[in-house]
């Protein structure tokens, strides 16, 4: 069985957002702004992509929203500092580990994606019967 681009991106965005909580509360300030930074710029790009070169609505509103808090989250971490920018990553990471398991709902449980899953083979030809003499 093939995993769908949309699993994939979204298990990313998943493990990145976990990193994000874990260097919120892990690394000091400064440091923590330029890793949040850094990772929010690369799931941002990765999922505004995403939503540009799909064709389907339901992966560039999920992608899109990602995105946008993505966007919002790498300039929190340039603009704020102290504790302040530390409960805004880790809440921004959150967020994005939120929307992305939210979308990954919805594309697994998509009537569509179902449909696609499934197999059609057909049932291997019988023998013939043989009389016992």
Do not use: C, Y
Not at 9 to 20: M, T
Not at 95 to 114: F, K, P, R, Y
Request: proline share 3%; net charge neutral.
């Amino acid at each position: 069985m093939k995993l769908s681009k949309r699993f994939g991106l979204d298990i990313l965005f998943v493990v990145g957002a976990a990193f994000l909580v874990a260097a919120a509360m892990a690394f000091s300030t400064p440091v923590l702004g330029w890793v949040g930074f850094g990772v929010f710029t690369g799931l941002t790009v990765i999922a505004a992509a995403s939503a540009i070169m799909t064709r389907r609505s339901g992966q560039k509103i999920g992608h899109g929203v990602i995105g946008a808090v993505g966007l919002w989250a790498l300039i929190a971490a340039l603009v704020f500092s102290g504790p302040v920018m530390m409960w805004l990553v880790f809440a921004d990471a959150i967020g994005i580990g939120v929307l992305a398991l939210a979308d990954l709902t919805v594309h697994e449980s998509m009537t569509e994606n179902v449909v696609h899953r499934l197999e059609v083979t057909q049932a291997p030809a019988e023998a013939p019967h043989r009389m016992a003499v």
